[in-house]
């Protein structure tokens, strides 16, 4: 057999090492990302029930909406029903309900407008929270499809280095067999 070594990369313990060690770092580096991914997942989880609730309640809003409408419609026919009947009693009668009417109206505004901000205010946190997870989501990915590329190429080398490293061994194993074969000992099984 020729006595020229075969070149590769990891022909020591401390390049080995230190592969392995790299693999381990890259695979504590995906784990972590992943960890933070999933963190991210469940906080726009949390984020889309939150505009769920927020929906139901701009729904009930509209709902309020359509009721102060009704209302406002209710007083301009109890204002048109005053100027057909021009009688006190009814006169007194439509201003009372007309008041009444303006009462419920200005009630019911304060809770509409209140919701109106609350409504603004967690749609603009949602969307600077949503742009923030894909953001994160985007980095993951692309730390994530990096870590396969050099998982891939750690395995090629590794591969590439166990196969040039299988026949200088295979030939030692060899002579020493037939080393000890000559010298009359027998305490290594011929492969």
């Known amino acids: 057999m020729s006595s020229n070594p075969i070149p590769c990369h990891f022909t ?38 939150r505009e769920t609730d927020l929906r139901s309640q701009v729904r ?26 021009r009688t006190c009693s009814l006169h007194k009668q439509g201003i009372d309900r007309h008041q009444e009417l303006d009462v419920q109206i200005l009630e019911g505004q304060g809770p509409i407008d209140t919701l109106d901000q609350e409504h603004q205010a967690t749609q603009t946190e949602f969307n600077v929270k949503l742009s923030q997870a894909q953001q994160v989501a985007q980095e993951l990915s692309k730390s994530t499809d990096k870590l396969g590329d050099a998982s891939k190429h750690i395995e090629r080398r590794v591969s590439c280095c166990f196969q040039t490293l299988q026949q200088p061994l295979m030939y030692l194993d060899s002579v020493i067999y037939e080393t000890s074969a000559v010298k009359g000992f027998r305490t290594v099984p011929k492969p």
């Open 60 to 85: 009930e809003k509209e709902s309020l909406k359509k009721g102060v409408e009704a209302m406002h419609l209710e007083m301009t026919s109890v204002a048109s029903q005053l100027k057909v009947n």
């Open 12 to 49: 020591d313990k401390g390049s080995r090492r230190n592969t392995e060690k790299e693999r381990q770092n890259l695979q504590s580096d995906r784990e972590r990302r992943n960890t933070i991914l999933r963190a991210h997942e469940t906080e726009l989880h949390q984020l889309q029930l």
